[in-house]
């Protein structure tokens, strides 16, 4: 494996676990806290941690405006889906249906980049469909369980679109301007629908899911500008074994029998079906050398 490749992957498995930090603060937002009015304060709170770094790093700048806008509208749909996924539904739940976005990843890369995707990575994402499949139960779906689709779908594009940028872009200002032109937005969903009340509590806990992930994104970044989307999608399961974890710590929630085969599903033949194969290939050259 390339060492740009293998760099990639190291960076996505530590930025997956601020993302499952992220995730667990979510899950101790009080019941009636509003959820547009803690997005507002969080954007708010990032752009006021950035300015400061943007400053010293002498004001870097895009050339790649229409796409950056592209980007923040996205997260700001998979940031409202996922919150009202978080508050509904067990922190392993939601996080085995997100974690559909690497196979999400994989077809967009192959769809929008024209990466190319073996026979085996198809077979990973039919494996993992059939998982998203088992994990919603359509004869008993729930709709936080589709919302957490959307944002699994939102984030999947997103991440894609980072590949559009070059290499030479400040990572500082694409995540900058990432939550800087979500600000508006969220603005004008409050207008229409009020905001809620602005508490210590909610001003304390934005700012704490804040940090966790902008220290998410600013490592999707560096990892999908390194490599291949297609070759390093793989990491972004990390982060379901990490909520898993967090989840049966802080909240006592477990997966049930049917759940961890579909996540199973999802996970498992990414990391597995590579190694087999690889081992398959390995032992036919040494076959084949020792008849020669």
Not at 98 to 110: D, E, K, N, R
Not at 265 to 283: E, F, G, N, Q, S
Request: charged fraction near 10%; charge should be positive; aromatic fraction near 10%.
């Amino acid at each position: 494996m390339k060492s740009p490749v293998i760099f990639a992957l190291i960076i996505l498995v530590l930025g997956n676990i601020f993302s499952a930090l992220y995730d667990v603060s979510i899950k101790w937002l009080p019941d009636n806290a509003d959820i547009i009015t803690f997005l507002l304060l969080r954007q708010c709170g990032s752009v006021l941690m950035l300015l400061p770094i943007w400053f010293m790093a002498r004001k870097p700048v895009t050339g790649h405006f229409k796409l950056q806008l592209v980007r923040s509208h996205l997260g700001v749909i998979t940031s409202i889906t996922l919150v009202v996924g978080l508050v509904s539904l067990p922190l392993a739940t939601v996080s085995s249906l997100f974690f559909s976005a690497p196979i999400m990843i994989t077809v967009l890369g192959y769809v929008w980049l024209k990466e190319q995707i073996s026979l085996t990575q198809w077979w990973i994402t039919l494996l993992g469909f059939i998982g998203v499949l088992i994990l919603l139960r359509p004869s008993n779906i729930e709709w936080a369980g589709l919302l957490v689709l959307v944002a699994a779908v939102t984030f999947s594009m997103n991440q894609i679109a980072l590949r559009k940028l070059p290499k030479q872009e400040s990572p500082l200002v694409t995540l900058l301007l990432y939550n800087l032109l979500t600000i508006p937005v969220l603005c004008v969903a409050g207008a229409c629908i009020g905001f809620g009340d602005v508490t210590m509590a909610l001003i304390g806990l934005s700012l704490i899911s804040n940090s966790f992930l902008l220290a998410y994104h600013f490592c999707c970044i560096v990892a999908y500008r390194s490599a291949k989307a297609s070759d390093i999608a793989v990491a972004e399961y990390s982060g379901l074994l990490f909520c898993v974890l967090f989840g049966w710590l802080w909240f006592d929630e477990w997966l049930d029998g049917m759940s961890w085969l579909g996540a199973s599903l999802i996970v498992l033949p990414t990391v597995l079906l590579p190694l087999i194969l690889a081992c398959v290939r390995r032992l036919q050259r040494k076959s084949v050398s020792v008849l020669n």
